[in-house]
């Protein structure tokens, strides 16, 4: 079991620790303000390298779905992960 997070609840967090999995392209496009981008793959690969285990992340993708598959992987590993439900295009329906 992992835990989500819709993106009204987000918006109203004191400076959560966002990432955002989508490619390099789509994060330069347009994201959520204050988000880190880790792609995908790099974060499946080496996620000591870009995350603590002491730390609480958000994690978010364009829809909520690969964010949702990384998120168990990640709990598995011992990570403090959050899925934003919905992904971006749930934010952008939201603004």
């Not at 080496?46 to 603590?52: A, D, V």
């Amino acid at each position: 079991m992992f835990e989500s997070i819709s993106v009204t609840d987000l918006k109203r967090l004191n400076n959560p620790n966002l990432i955002d999995i989508r490619s390099i392209e789509k994060y330069n496009n347009k994201h959520i303000m204050n988000a880190v981008n880790i792609p995908l793959e790099q974060l499946l690969i080496r996620p000591e390298k870009y995350l603590s285990k002491f730390e609480k992340y958000y994690i978010y993708c364009q829809k909520g779905i690969q964010s949702r598959k990384l998120c168990q992987i990640l709990i598995r590993a011992g990570y403090n992960v959050v899925n934003v439900t919905g992904g971006y295009e749930s934010w952008i329906l939201n603004e």
